[in-house]
């Protein structure tokens, strides 16, 4: 099933996982998620990308846009993906690496 998960492996973030496709259908999903975990207070916010299957410019541009939400809220966000992946080389080709936190380090309790 494609969308958006919350996991929540630690108690130090919150996890949001995103399954499937990252494109503009989901990318709303992630905005109103990441505001959702903002409005409880979360301070944290991990994106794991491990099970995004497909991401274009839509899925990078709403990453992009979580990113500066969660700056916003003086929250901290971190973005994994793993070394090879689709979405990973993406990334590393458009430059946003460093304002994401793309992260090496799976979430704490995952599994690749």
């Given at each position: 099933m494609d969308g958006i998960r919350r996991a929540d492996y630690d108690e130090e973030?919150?996890?949001?996982?995103?399954e499937g496709e990252l494109d503009i259908d989901s990318g709303e999903t992630?905005?109103?998620?990441?505001?959702g975990v903002l409005d409880q207070g979360a301070q944290k916010v991990r994106i794991?990308?491990?099970p995004t299957t497909f991401m274009d410019s839509a899925?990078?541009?709403?990453?992009?846009r979580a990113a500066r939400d969660i700056s916003e809220a003086r929250g901290q966000v971190e973005v994994y993906s793993p070394k090879g992946s689709e979405a990973r080389v993406f990334i590393d080709l458009s430059g946003v690496r460093s304002l994401l936190g793309l992260t090496d380090d799976p979430p704490q309790g995952r599994e690749d």
């Open positions: 973030a919150v996890t949001l996982e995103v992630l905005k109103r998620a990441v505001r794991d990308l491990s899925g990078l541009a709403a990453l992009v």
